[in-house]
């Protein structure tokens, strides 16, 4: 939906290694979302970007990075992955006015 | 800030029956709502959403939802589901006038029986 692709779709490392999660669109939305998807507490907003280089921290930010260099590229980093941080994550863009997100269909990210 | 309440984790229903799933908001400020539907495996899409106008709001595969501003509800419902309606739904709210943020409910998943 909306063009957006998640790479890898899935996932499997050790606790302690780096991971990067990308999310490309070709919709040319302004924003940018990462969620996180976890049992019981359906989606929580992680990382957002309102532009090139423009990023802001969302309700669970702590153990997460993200960059934005180019419109159609967002990318999430883990820089030492915990167990904690098992969980399906999505990317989601917007073209702002408050008009529906869109999202892309997730990265199943499994830490040993 | 928003939160968003959605009142049953789980709902099952039979084929042909109506449902609704119910969802409450708290906010300070006026909001927009949305409702999004995901497939197991799949992301999540939009069935509908209110912005502004008739509270009565339609959207795709026969559902329609009501924005009640006293009750600060925004239920979703229809009239007769179906085996392919199995998913989970999410409640969604979004301040308006401000950050282009969505806070989520927790989700309800909706099991439709033959």
């Known amino acids: 939906d909306a063009g957006i692709t998640q790479s890898p779709r899935h996932k499997v490392t050790e606790t302690g290694t780096p991971v990067t999660l990308r999310c490309h669109q070709t919709e040319n939305h302004r924003y940018m979302y990462w969620y996180r998807q976890d049992p019981g507490h359906g989606l929580r907003l992680i990382h957002y970007s309102y532009g090139v280089k423009d990023t802001d921290k969302g309700e669970v930010s702590d153990g997460y990075s993200v960059s934005r260099s180019k419109t159609e590229d967002f990318l999430l980093t883990l820089e030492s992955a915990t167990s904690s941080q098992t969980s399906v994550y999505f990317c989601?863009?917007?073209?702002?006015?408050?008009?529906?997100?869109?999202f892309g269909d997730g990265t199943r990210l499994s830490i040993l | 800030a928003q939160s968003v309440t959605q009142l049953d984790s789980q709902v099952p229903v039979f084929e042909e029956a109506p449902v609704e799933l119910r969802c409450n908001y708290s906010s300070s400020v006026s909001v927009y709502l949305f409702w999004y539907v995901q497939y197991p495996n799949q992301g999540l899409q939009l069935l509908l959403k209110y912005l502004s106008g008739s509270t009565l709001v339609k959207g795709i595969n026969g559902f329609e939802a009501e924005f009640n501003k006293s009750q600060t509800s925004f239920h979703l419902r229809k009239p007769s589901v179906h085996i392919s309606d199995t998913a989970e739904y999410f409640c969604a709210v979004s301040p308006q006038g401000g950050s282009e943020k969505l806070v989520f409910g927790k989700g309800t998943k909706l099991t439709v029986n033959p």
């Open positions: 989601a863009t917007g073209p702002g006015s408050n008009q529906p997100q869109h």
